[in-house]
């Protein structure tokens, strides 16, 4: 069985500062972590994904993350905040192989980007 | 088609009714989804298509859910003596192999039961 914790359902950040959106996970065979983003009516779209290659992930419009086996985490970083960042993210987790069909997702982190 | 469509967009009904949901993956994909996104939650997984036959449905809530594939590619999601409950985001989506089996969203149907 898998589980996501997304800490804060609300973040704000100023334009230009550091988005760091976090999600911890659990899951008790070695998981494929993911993040979406979802604007203001439209579908999720996928950011980034790990996949058990490279810890270090990078996806669309300059966003990573990290995952840290030891801490269970998968956070979600962008150096620089763009007003286009507004919108709400969800981090997911599936398992590997033949599990991998079944996303669970945390219920999301709202961001918004203040002038 | 370029991805995932659904329709409706947006459907009323009286509690009771009976509702159909439609989606159309993209051209291609061989496994298809459906998620449940009620209000301040993320996603729920429902049903896991892969083909015509439903791989997985522990995910539907009751037995007034039941959705199928009769041709391994458009989706029905059919909801029967609809609840106020059932409000919510339905999700549909599909992946294949040969996109590295990433999962590909739809904007959803918005479901409101009064």
């Known amino acids: 069985a898998q589980s996501v914790t997304q800490l804060g359902s609300h973040v704000s950040v100023s334009e230009g500062a550091l988005v760091l959106l976090r999600c911890n996970y659990s899951?008790?065979?070695?998981?494929?972590l993911f993040w979406y983003v979802q604007y203001p009516n439209q579908g999720l779209q996928l950011l980034l994904k790990y996949t058990s290659a490279a810890t270090l992930v990078k996806g669309i419009n300059g966003f990573e993350a990290e995952f840290k086996k030891s801490e269970t985490s998968f956070h979600l970083t962008k150096p620089s905040a763009h007003m286009s960042d507004a919108a709400e993210y969800f981090c997911?987790?599936?398992?590997?192989?033949?599990?991998?069909?079944?996303?669970?997702f945390g219920k999301g982190t709202k961001l918004s980007v203040i002038p | 088609g370029a991805g995932v469509s659904q329709t409706p967009s947006n459907k009323v009904t009286e509690k009771g009714k009976y509702v159909e949901l439609r989606c159309d993956p993209i051209s291609g994909h061989t496994a298809l989804y459906w998620y449940r996104q009620s209000l301040g939650q993320g996603p729920e997984f429902l049903i896991y298509?892969?083909?015509?036959?439903?791989?997985?449905d522990s995910g539907l809530p009751n037995d007034r859910f039941f959705a199928v594939r009769p041709e391994g590619s458009v989706s029905t999601l059919k909801i029967q003596r609809t609840e106020r409950g059932d409000s919510a985001v339905y999700l549909c989506?599909?992946?294949?192999?040969?996109?590295?089996?990433?999962?590909?969203f739809g904007e959803g149907s918005w479901l409101t039961v009064v």
């Open positions: 989506a599909s992946s294949s192999p040969d996109s590295g089996n990433t999962i590909y």
């Open positions: 997911a987790v599936s398992g590997s192989g033949a599990g991998s069909y079944q996303l669970t």
């Open positions: 899951s008790s065979v070695p998981p494929y």
């Open positions: 298509f892969q083909g015509t036959g439903a791989a997985d």
